[in-house]
């Protein structure tokens, strides 16, 4: 779907790593064409600044490389960079990869829990689309969740292989939405990185300005959300904290636990409460999308032998 240079930082197997077609994408989802213009360097693009823009050019690649006939998210809900969310998924598989030729594993055999799948539903789909696993997303926004459910209805190939499910508690990562002797291969989660709405606000800001916006401006769509996709008391560092307190408490009923840190810096302390409950193995894997960088935690409650036996059961 794409001819250039590769963008570095994104994984092998990523279906956006050189530049978008944007012929072929507007072939297949016609609306985008009133989007695309010249850039600063005579090629097609879209103004990323521009919420409608960036929202068409979403449905065009998960229409054109998944096979996803219907998306869309409600005003004032987080616009997912697709290149960004797919690298997770990509990275999820290489960490659930096993055997001599580290096969990656495909199929509905594989489960997995999407921590806070938000309205745009975008793990779930592009997941399932791409490996074929099954998912249950949590969240904490009851309308948030209406509109992921009704996504997933809409797009009948992946519509068996998706469950949603609502979160009651802002406080609970699993309590309450993992039944009982549920089972799950990985978790992963996209927290909310700011410990306030300013805080939310101001980053909100800088990213406009860094797209050529003015950082007086309104935040735009694009770069928007509703506050539990954005801030909570603590940010980053308080949630991920409270995630592995709770993720000890069913060690057996996932075996890896991963959500992104976006801060570098909270590392350390993060790694110290891994060490508080006893994790019996921890990666931290290093994501880039153009200059933004980021990274996943993800650990587990069971030994080598443990996790041959889990994969040998599953």
């Not at 097609?44 to 960036?54: C, E, G, K, T």
């Not at 291969?185 to 300013?198: G, K, L, Q, R």
């Not at 300005?209 to 308080?238: I, M, Q, Y």
């Amino acid at each position: 779907m794409s001819s250039g240079p590769i963008k570095e930082g994104l994984h092998p197997r990523n279906r956006f790593r050189t530049r978008y077609d944007f012929p072929q994408l507007i072939a297949h989802s016609p609306a985008l064409a009133a989007f695309v213009v010249p850039n600063a360097h005579g090629d097609d693009s879209i103004n990323y600044a521009d919420p409608q823009a960036v929202k068409a050019l979403n449905q065009a690649l998960l229409k054109h490389s998944y096979g996803l006939q219907t998306w869309d998210i409600p005003p004032g809900y987080l616009c997912p960079p697709i290149p960004g969310r797919s690298d997770y998924l990509h990275h999820l598989a290489d960490l659930l990869a096993t055997g001599e030729e580290a096969a990656i594993p495909r199929g509905p055999s594989v489960t997995v829990l999407d921590i806070g799948t938000g309205a745009n539903c975008i793990y779930p789909l592009i997941g399932t689309s791409e490996y074929g696993w099954r998912f249950i997303g949590t969240e904490l926004d009851p309308a948030a969740l209406r509109w992921a459910r009704k996504l997933v209805a809409a797009n009948p190939t992946v519509a068996d292989m998706i469950r949603c499910r609502l979160q009651s508690s802002a406080l609970e990562c699993f309590k309450d939405v993992i039944k009982p002797g549920e089972v799950f291969d990985v978790s992963m989660c996209n927290p909310p990185f700011h410990a306030s709405a300013e805080e939310a606000a101001a980053g909100t800001r800088r990213k406009l300005h860094n797209l050529g916006g003015s950082k007086t401006r309104s935040p735009v769509l694009n770069f928007s959300g509703k506050s539990s996709e954005l801030w909570c008391d603590g940010g980053e560092l308080a949630f991920v904290r409270r995630m592995i307190v709770q993720s000890a408490r069913l060690p057996h009923q996932c075996l890896w636990f991963t959500t992104l840190i976006s801060k570098s810096a909270h590392l350390p302390r993060l790694q110290q409460a891994l060490r508080e409950v006893n994790v019996a193995d921890v990666k931290t894997i290093e994501m880039a999308q153009g200059q933004k960088q980021s990274r996943i935690l993800a650990w587990t409650f069971m030994s080598p032998d443990g996790q041959r036996a889990w994969h040998q059961r599953r």
